[in-house]
């Protein structure tokens, strides 16, 4: 098992620098490098400080710079907010400037706030059409002289440029969850994504199955790499109640994803107010218990016991997510903790 780093600047106060959080993220970056990570993962979010990641293209070809080794992953770019051309060209630059350590990821996306804005109301839950034109025409144009005339996107031939320097091509990834977008990044020959978010392992193994049946209908399709995204926090061995400061900044951060999800506030300068703890203490997900059931949350031998069965039902790389709501040096403590106590069993 392979594992990476899934990370954005979150940013819930005024008081709070984008500069000092930029700084943070870097700091994360470079620690998962010297650990032995494979890939770091920025998502792309616009107008929402909490998921502050308006490029990731920006922020990865800074850390190009900075690291060596540790492949740059896009998690991922929103296949609808994109033209082909431009997408290509700037991913494909990316690939330049990084050496050839470009991790591609797409998705349809899923804010409708983003939508609203980026798409002129179009419906999030239409975006898979434009994901599924995205990826032929990307590989088209990475290729050479490629024309394409689909719902979606239409242009005459055209090339990327530049090219990747990957050969053959830069690894593409899928955010995928139903079973048609399995079935599409399999037979397309994508990696795929996943994330259970607030649910437990069960419907970490609903993936995994969804995956495997996606595999078992493309056998002539070399079996892709499964990812899966999980948000984790690491306590120590000594400190039986280390899990609660995880589980409420978990709490925390699922409050605020919510109300964006909802979609039902005025933002105030790129922020909303999360929703109360009243309002979702009938859901089992958001309480303490379960959030320590069902996230990644505890102590290092738990969290290799949790690993090995993630192993064994067939995910080749786990993402630790750092977004969770907590200081800087609460998630420097985790993910290093993560390093020398987690990773070495699976080496």
């Known amino acids: ?88 060209g700037e991913a494909a630059m990316l690939d330049l400037i990084s050496g050839g350590r470009l991790e591609f990821g797409i998705a349809r996306g899923a804010y409708q706030y983003e939508f609203d804005r980026l798409t002129d109301g179009m419906s999030a839950a239409d975006g898979g059409q434009s994901l599924r034109e995205m990826v032929p025409a990307i590989r088209g144009l990475w290729q050479g002289d490629h024309a394409y005339s689909g719902d979606v996107y239409r242009f005459p031939a055209t090339t990327s440029v530049p090219k990747p320097v990957q050969s053959p091509l830069p690894p593409m990834w ?47 399709v070399p079996r892709p790499e499964l990812m899966l995204l999980r948000h984790t926090y690491v306590h120590e061995e000594s400190d039986p109640q280390g899990w609660r400061k995880g589980a409420e900044a978990i709490n925390r951060f699922y409050r605020h994803f919510l109300a964006w999800f909802k979609n039902d506030q005025q933002a105030i300068d790129g922020f909303f107010e999360p929703v109360s703890q009243a309002s979702v203490a009938d859901n089992p997900e958001f309480s303490l218990d ?9 102590t290092p031998s738990e969290l ?32 290093e903790l993560f390093i020398r106590e987690v990773m070495p069993h699976f080496r």
Request: proline share 4%; net charge negative.
């Open 1 to 88: 098992m392979q594992f990476s780093l899934f990370l954005h600047m979150e940013r819930y106060s005024e008081q709070e620098s984008h500069r000092q959080l930029f700084e943070e993220l870097c700091e994360l970056v470079r620690i998962a490098e010297a650990g032995g990570f494979r890939t770091a993962w920025i998502g792309e979010h616009h107008g929402m400080q909490f998921t502050s990641s308006p490029s990731p293209i920006a922020q990865l070809a800074y850390l190009a710079a900075k690291t060596e080794r540790i492949r740059l992953g896009a998690g991922t770019f929103v296949a609808p907010f994109w033209n082909p051309i431009r997408l290509a």
């Open 304 to 335: 290799v016991e949790r690993l090995k069965g993630y192993e064994a039902l067939g995910i080749t790389e786990y993402s630790f997510w750092t977004d969770n709501t907590l200081p800087f040096e609460d998630k420097k403590r985790s993910l």
């Open 174 to 220: 899928i955010a995928a969850r139903d079973p048609n977008s399995h079935d599409f990044a399999v037979k397309n020959g994508c990696n795929v994504m996943v994330t259970a978010l607030m649910k437990g392992d069960e419907e970490v193994a609903d993936l995994a199955h969804k995956f495997d049946t996606a595999c078992a209908k493309h056998p002539e």
């Open 290 to 298: 379960g959030l320590h059931r069902n996230m990644m949350i505890g």
